[in-house]
């Protein structure tokens, strides 16, 4: 067949000897040519990973208890959060570290943080981004190994390599998983998709390309706000990372210490499926309050985005953090009208009414 | 002609070429070059096909599925499971959402309810860009496949969701788990992850085409997440009920209108023959043998099932029997198997068997098997030793099963490893080879600590049904060993293949599955086997495939190859992070204990050092009070003891021993309950915000 000498010729350098191919066993003639091009995936997997290891730490850490989940699912089984080491990416050279909230959750009461050169340091939990599931950690050490970032969301396709590395195991390098970029823009846009198999032994570590660069971290991402949603999900190759457009936009705020909350408006809706969310209550106090916003009005865009279901809603709010303004237009008794209103923290709003809460999307 | 083929060719061309340019730009070894030039070929073939991808949604919007657009003109496919929510809410129409954002109204064309396949309409725009179909006669186990479709609901901007794998198994037979679910005939297995929201989506091959439609997984304790097995229904089966479905027919599936058993070794024959059916019209009689079905030889029932559930009623089929020594052949009209059907969809949907023999006598002959597809699939090698040298594991009284699991042949008197477990107590313990003969084992060699055992397989087979030795006058088997000899070690990020028997998929001597990982690390085995701690605390090879599914224990893991570099062990959870555990030992370890001297009463294990004289002191008592009551405060140092000596303090936090994260006091304990009088114990301790290392000796125990 010609197209084994041909392969031969691009044969990786770093590929064991060509003779280990068919060393004992009848060669299957052709078949070479993809045994070739899958070692060399192979070795240039390794080579990746080899690249960004230096980067990638080992969190440990003492004491914590379970999170509390609150509203749990009875169908959706309650994940037991370990105990053992997690994952974390060096970000700047003076140590600062990005890790994911869920290797905090248990809230313990001493991290430490053990580079890739064995050196162990005491680690302070700066901030948390509970929206995107950042954390980040500073260690007092200089000239860290920073990773190169794939900046430019364009640069990132469906269908790329995508790997996933983490120290959860503890082994002395990182592990490795290999799977591919399933979808961009997910989650609001706060997050990629990868079908490589993600878990608590890689949430916190770096999803990078075939060259050796970051595409984001991985962290968990489900269907609810529950803290550790989405780690039921552990290795099914349904996971996220969080690239750089939506790291940069948080760890500004991170690094001084400004923990990134999901914020409220103060609003009960009648969420029926396919129509724009109505107002049927108002906590007080509540900035929905504030804003002068009316049990029947309709909400039928948010931050500029056409809202067509609650569904749509909870997608647009999801990637916005208290404290910040949304433009919300309204529709009252036939009349539209644009008001402003602020994400304001859970303890900032007023209890309850006896109303029943609104659904979730489901899916099927 | 071999169009793969050629593409291959021009592939491999197009890497070749381009390696001086990338090298160029980027810097990096000419290697790599051919492996960003099959990156970016695979992202331009997902980009493509991508836009015929559906996600399909109820009328509310709230819960969907997907499908994928077969013409310009707006005709797709998907399951019927998914648009029956659609049929039930008449007066509103579903809608389709494409990746470029838009929903278009959706009409259901025509439906196969008892395949779970329907054809739909998206209307709204000029022309769709539409998905080629594929040729699934064509598929090997090992091929690159992808999916696409809407898992979950997670693409707000209805861009589909692409994940990537091979093909685990063909022409599998899935039973529906009750009444209510369909059973999936000839279907294609898959490990690309498939989920909940994927039903209806397409399967691609590698170069973008359509080799089936995504409807089913084997799901676990673990509840509705992908673990590893997904099930397509075969575009070939599809093409058969298409010009039924496109006419806007309720389209049925066909009967013989008799049953067949398995009737000894690759023996099948008709059970029951109903009267007036096609079979009896046809001189078919109970007890003749069925030797052929449409072309293919029928060596079980299951595989009978296979092969006519792919077929619509009024479909013209060749059938060959044997009546008392005699062969007689004929093609029969298919009847049409008798389903309910809700008479609201039988008024909607009428049935016109016309069209199916209109489509019979259209129909170019599908292609045969054979053209040359070398060059693609590097698994040949690993998947020939996948199925001649394992064994599929059943348990339990003849008849019945009550376990199911993997071993792997490793000498030619039929010796077979694989993991302890439950199984093996069973009473009638048996093995199937990939020749589909089973043979009853008995276990020769345990393993308490690796948690590994030896079975020894009879010389000769034996009836399934009966457990009688089969009739044929066989030789004494000679069975191929798996080499462990040549035990390679493979590096982090290696292509590997699992084989193995998860969900007892593989009926009979259908090839067991594959799923593809790779080697993901190394690291002591830290686990738990439901509550008790897993003896063995070697190291284990890590894989990033899923291996804790049922039966998939003492799979062997195999490299591109061919050679055999581990086996998947018992289902465990980590202790690190709380997960179902993918890994597998690694074949040193499985050469260790096939070394060892065989008993099937291992010797209580040697007790340690620690256990014969207590472990050893080191004077630190942790605090227990308050708030610290589960940390690794210490409380107080004995005077004079290793630890004071060493310089620790009352009020220190260990953060390590040992080398070993102490998350919790209780961890600490377990570390130093394993240490001898004499050993050394290394901690770190955190003492304010300083980080101390301190190492000590530890004595004997004190009084």
Not at chain 1, 156 to 183: E, H, K, N, T, Y
Not at chain 1, 201 to 229: E, S, T, W
Not at chain 2, 203 to 217: E, T, Y
Not at chain 2, 608 to 636: D, K, N, T
Request: aromatic share 6%.
């Amino acid at each position: 067949m010609m197209v084994l000498p041909l392969l031969l010729t691009v044969l990786p350098a770093w590929t064991q000897d060509p003779a280990r191919l068919i060393e004992g066993i009848e060669p299957v003639e052709g078949a070479s040519a993809a045994v070739v091009l899958h070692q060399a995936q192979a070795a240039a997997f390794g080579e990746a990973a080899k690249h960004v290891a230096p980067s990638v730490v080992r969190i440990e850490t003492v004491g914590g208890t379970q999170p509390v989940e609150p509203g749990g699912q009875p169908d959706k089984p309650r994940f037991i959060v370990a105990e053992g080491p997690t994952t974390g990416l060096v970000y700047s050279a003076d140590g600062l570290i990005l890790a994911s909230t869920f290797n905090f959750v248990r809230e313990p009461v001493s991290i430490t943080v053990i580079l890739a050169d064995d050196r162990r340091f005491v680690a302070e939990l700066l901030a948390r981004d509970e929206v995107r599931r950042l954390a980040m950690l500073k260690i007092d050490a200089a000239d860290l190994p920073v990773p190169a970032w794939v900046e430019s969301p364009a640069e990132i396709r469906v269908g790329q390599w995508a790997l996933a590395l983490g120290r959860g195991f503890a082994g002395p390098d990182c592990s490795l998983g290999v799977g591919i970029v399933s979808g961009l823009n997910r989650m609001s846009g706060l997050a990629i998709q990868t079908d490589a198999r993600l878990s608590p032994a890689n949430f916190g570590g770096p999803l990078i390309d075939i060259r050796g660069r970051v595409l984001g971290l991985c962290v968990p991402l489900g269907l609810d706000d529950a803290p550790i949603a989405g780690v039921e999900w552990y290795d099914s190759g349904i996971g996220f990372a969080v690239p750089y457009v939506q790291v940069s936009r948080s760890a500004t705020d991170l690094a001084v210490g400004h923990t990134l909350r999901r914020g409220m408006f103060g609003l009960e809706l009648d969420a029926q499926p396919g129509r724009p969310p109505r107002i049927i209550g108002l906590r007080d106090p509540s900035p929905a309050k504030r804003a002068d916003l009316r049990p029947g009005d309709e909400i039928i865009a948010a931050a500029d985005q056409p809202v067509a279901s609650f569904a749509d809603l909870r997608r647009i709010l999801r990637g916005h953090t208290a404290g910040q303004w949304v433009p919300l237009r309204l529709r009252r008794e036939g009349a539209e009208m644009t008001r402003e209103v602020i994400l304001a923290v859970p303890e900032d709003i007023g209890p309850p009414a006896a109303t029943a809460p609104a659904e979730d999307p489901s899916t099927r | 002609m071999p169009q793969l083929c050629v593409t291959a060719i021009v592939g491999v061309l197009v890497a070749w070429l381009t390696v001086p340019a990338i090298t160029a730009a980027a810097q990096e070894t000419p290697d790599l070059g051919a492996v960003l030039a099959e990156e970016q070929a695979r992202v331009e073939v997902i980009a493509a096909a991508s836009r015929s991808v559906v996600c399909i949604l109820d009328p509310g919007g709230t819960a969907g599925g997907s499908g994928v657009i077969i013409a310009p003109d707006g005709y797709g496919l998907t399951n019927f499971h998914v648009v029956a929510e659609i049929l039930k809410a008449e007066g509103e129409p579903g809608c389709g959402a494409l990746s470029d954002g838009q929903r278009y109204p959706l009409e259901v064309i025509g439906i196969d309810p008892t395949g779970d396949v329907a054809m739909f309409r998206l209307t709204g725009r000029d022309s769709f860009d539409a998905a080629e179909l594929g040729d699934s006669n064509l598929l090997r186990v090992g091929d690159s496949v992808w999916a696409a479709g809407n898992p979950f609901m997670l693409a707000e901007d209805y861009t589909p969701t692409v994940t990537a794998g091979i093909i685990s198994g063909l022409h599998r037979y899935q039973y529906g788990a009750d009444a209510r679910t369909l059973v999936y005939t000839d279907c294609i297995q898959v490990d690309a992850s498939i989920n909940p929201g994927n039903s209806g989506g397409p399967l691609f091959d590698a170069q973008g085409r359509v080799i089936g439609i995504n409807g089913r997984a084997s799901f676990q304790r673990r509840g509705r997440v992908n673990v590893g097995l997904a099930y397509a229904i075969s575009i070939n089966q599809i093409r058969r009920f298409m010009p039924g479905l496109r006419a806007g027919l309720l389209v049925e599936h066909a009967s013989l209108g008799a049953t067949v058993m398995d009737s000894g070794y690759r023996r099948v024959v008709f059970d029951r023959v109903l009267a007036n059916s096609p079979a009896a019209q046809a001189g078919i009689r109970t007890g003749d043998r069925l030797i052929a079905f449409a072309d293919q030889t029928v060596y079980s029932a299951n595989q009978f099932g296979n092969l006519l559930g792919a077929f619509p009623a009024a479909w013209p089929v060749s059938v060959v029997w044997e009546h008392e020594g005699q062969q007689s052949s004929q093609v029969i009209e298919l009847d049409r198997l008798a389903v309910r059907a809700d008479p609201a969809l039988r008024k909607r949907f009428p049935t016109d068997e016309e069209v199916t023999r209109q489509a019979a006598r259209e129909m170019a002959a599908p292609a045969k098997a054979g053209v040359d597809l070398s060059g693609t699939n590097p698994w040949a090698e690993a998947l020939h030793r996948a199925q001649r040298h394992t064994v599929k594991l059943y348990g339990g009284r003849i008849g019945t099963q009550v376990g199911y699991g993997t071993g792997v042949i490793v000498s030619p008197e039929g010796e077979v490893v694989t993991v302890l477990s439950l199984l093996l107590e069973a009473t009638h313990l048996r093995a199937v080879t990939h020749d589909g003969h089973v043979y009853r084992c008995e276990v020769v060699h345990r393993d308490d600590r690796r948690q590994l055992a030896l079975l020894k397989m009879a010389s000769r087979p034996e009836d399934p049904d009966t457990a009688a030795p089969l009739r044929t006058q066989m030789q004494p088997a000679v069975w191929e060993p798996f080499p462990v000899g040549d035990a390679a070690s493979p590096a982090v990020g290696d292509w590997v293949l699992v084989a193995g028997n998860p969900f007892k998929v593989a009926d009979g001597e259908e090839p067991v599955s594959v799923s593809r990982g790779v080697i993901a690390g190394r690291a002591p085995l830290l686990a738990d086997r439901g509550t008790q701690p897993h003896p063995y605390q070697g190291e284990v090879l890590l894989l990033d495939t899923v291996t804790s599914n049922p039966g998939t224990p003492g799979s062997a893991v195999i490299d591109l190859a061919g050679r055999w570099v581990g086996l998947v062990g018992e289902v465990v959870t980590s202790r690190l992070t709380h997960t179902d555990l993918n890994y597998a030992y690694p074949i040193e370890e499985v050469a260790a204990f096939l070394r060892d001297p065989r008993t099937t009463n291992p010797p209580a294990a040697s007790r340690s050092a620690a256990e014969e004289r207590g472990p050893g002191y080191h004077g630190i008592r942790l605090s227990s009070i308050g708030y610290r009551r589960q940390l690794p405060f210490v409380r107080s140092v004995a005077e004079g003891s290793p630890a004071h000596q060493a310089g620790v303090r009352a009020d220190d936090l260990i953060i390590s021993a040992n080398g070993v994260a102490v998350p919790q006091a209780r961890v600490f304990a377990e570390v130093c309950d394993r240490l001898a009088p004499g050993d050394g114990l290394s901690l770190v301790i955190k003492r304010g915000e300083e980080l101390i290392s301190l190492t000590m000796t530890l004595t004997e125990p004190q009084p």
